[in-house]
């Protein structure tokens, strides 16, 4: 039970560390194009963009380095991770369409 709540705590560390790097970067880049998506539906793109990211990460690298020791540990196949990444990149392209 430990290391489940360990497990979660790491998830959640990383959503938030590696999100708001990758955040900072977007807006970095939004930002040296004059592009602005805070406070708009594109900021939301964004954010789900990059959730989606993170998530396809941790399945596929971060989740077997972890505390968690029990069932269930298998990556997602190249197909979906192929998918999810291109929607992501689509999402954040669109994203300074939606003001």
């Known amino acids: 039970m ?3 709540i360990l497990e979660l705590l790491r998830i959640v560390a990383i959503i938030f560390i590696l999100g708001s790097l990758m955040g900072a970067l ?3 880049i939004y930002a040296s194009m004059e ?3 805070d406070n708009t539906t594109g900021g939301w793109f ?3 963009a990059i959730f989606i990211i993170l ?3 941790y399945r596929n690298r971060l989740q077997f380095s972890g505390f968690y020791k029990g069932k269930g540990k298998e990556k997602l196949s190249n197909k979906i991770s ?3 990444i ?3 990149m689509v999402m954040i392209t669109i994203a300074p369409l939606f003001r």
Do not use: M, P
């Open 82 to 84: 192929i998918f999810l």
């Open 35 to 37: 592009i602005n998506v």
């Open 26 to 28: 977007v807006n970095l």
């Open 2 to 4: 430990f290391r489940v």
């Open 86 to 88: 291109c929607f992501s």
């Open 46 to 48: 964004v954010g789900v």
């Open 55 to 57: 998530f396809v990460f």
